[in-house]
């Protein structure tokens, strides 16, 4: 493993429960920092503003959930339950404002549950539009977007500028453009970059800096096309629904090892499905908020009536020329089970083999896992 490499799996891992990086940053620079809640969130107003945004993506069993489970119902999901544990217990401490939004019932009553908790703390809430083709939206969800800053700006003690929005606009640009470029190698060339690794790389872009982060990853791309491997059997598929809750990385690698090429999954989709944003635009808050109403891409958690589910399953399914799908879906989450529902009697006739695994973000055994996975890929590769 070389050095970024290595960085982006030590920033991976802290994010789980310590943040030991985002209290050092805090430390040298006195600048605040806002902990966000999946799935997605404007991170360029937050670092406009001169806050650290840290994505908050559970624990996944580094913490024990016994203060959060005496506060929820057994049936609420686990990143939900080990986020809350994590506030209970002092590890978010370092975090100036917790932020949550309305991506789905349980997330929504997640941030009540942590001011009554937390009264002392800032916990604040974005709320999207849920009717994205009302010509009301955009407004809507730029005048959502003022009133977040107009709370930061409570904090930092400084107004949200524009020119200073559009700069942090340029730097998660090009963050996202290099996301991809990331992610369009592994498509090409699975073999040569573990689900494991490129997992890290994508969940430390949301807790290092991101003017750390960039060259970094600047470099890391520029090493990748130098790697030797032999080339390897496997069959090509599509990991959907593990775009909140994530997945164990040790249940990714069990499909991996199962004899499967991950093409595409929808872990941390939040941190890069919007595309690049207008630079151009007289009003950079606008523009924000126009790329998430207008963007059409079919991200799991959010509603659109112009994007058929199905149709849009299909065609991705096409241009990678994956051979199966995999729904991966956590335990308890209505939005990845509807999503499923609604994909599997597309798939079923248009013949795509698909398999159906559940798993808890604390889940430490996957060989039943593993199994069901290397069935389905016989299967494929056997018919």
């Known amino acids: 493993m070389n050095g970024t490499a290595d960085l982006f799996a030590r920033s991976a891992e802290d994010s789980y429960a310590t943040f030991e990086s985002v209290k050092a940053w805090k430390k040298a620079t006195g600048r605040p920092v806002l902990g966000y809640f999946p799935v997605y969130f404007p991170s360029e107003i937050a670092h406009a503003m001169g806050f650290l945004p840290v994505s908050l993506l559970g624990a996944s069993g580094r913490v024990g959930l016994d203060m959060a489970t005496a506060h ?28 949550f939004s309305n991506i789905c019932d349980v997330a929504r009553n997640l941030s009540g549950i942590t001011k009554r908790n937390l009264g ?11 009717n994205n083709t009302s010509a009301h939206a955009v407004p809507y969800l730029r005048e959502e977007y003022r009133r977040l800053a107009d709370i930061l700006a409570g904090v930092t003690h400084h107004p949200l500028e524009p020119e200073a929005l559009r700069r942090s606009m340029e730097l998660y640009n090009r963050k996202r453009a290099l996301q991809e470029q990331l992610t369009a190698f592994r498509r090409a060339r699975p073999g040569l970059l573990p689900y494991t690794e490129y997992y890290n790389v994508l969940r430390a872009g949301g807790m290092l800096p991101v003017e750390e982060y960039l060259p970094a990853l600047e470099s890391y791309l520029a090493e990748l096309p130098s790697r030797e491997g032999k080339p390897k059997d ?26 499967c090429f991950i093409l595409h999954d929808e872990a941390l989709v939040g941190e890069r499905w919007l595309g690049l944003a207008d630079l151009t635009a007289a009003d950079p808050l606008e523009s924000l908020a126009r790329g998430y109403v207008q963007n059409l891409e079919p991200m799991t958690v959010r509603f659109h009536p112009s994007v058929n589910k199905q149709k849009a399953l299909l065609d ?22 509807y999503d499923y529902m ?42």
């Open 72 to 99: 929820t119902q057994s049936f609420v999901c686990s990143i939900s339950r080990s986020v809350f544990q994590l506030s209970l217990q002092g590890n978010l401490d370092v975090m100036d404002v917790l932020l």
């Open 120 to 130: 002392d703390r800032r916990i604040e809430y974005l709320h999207y539009p849920i």
């Open 234 to 259: 496997g069959v090509k598929v599509m990991v959907l629904g593990n775009f909140c809750e994530q997945p164990p990385v040790m249940l990714m690698k069990s499909i991996e090892d199962a004899g």
């Open 316 to 337: 991705r399914a096409r241009t990678q020329g994956v051979e199966g799908v995999v729904f991966a879906t956590p335990k308890f989450c209505e939005p990845a089970l």
């Open 342 to 383: 609604i994909g599997k009697p597309a798939l079923e006739k248009a013949n795509l083999p698909y398999l159906h695994i559940e798993y808890e973000e604390s889940a430490s055994s996957f060989e039943h896992a593993r199994t069901m996975v290397e069935t389905f890929t016989e299967s494929i590769l056997f018919d």
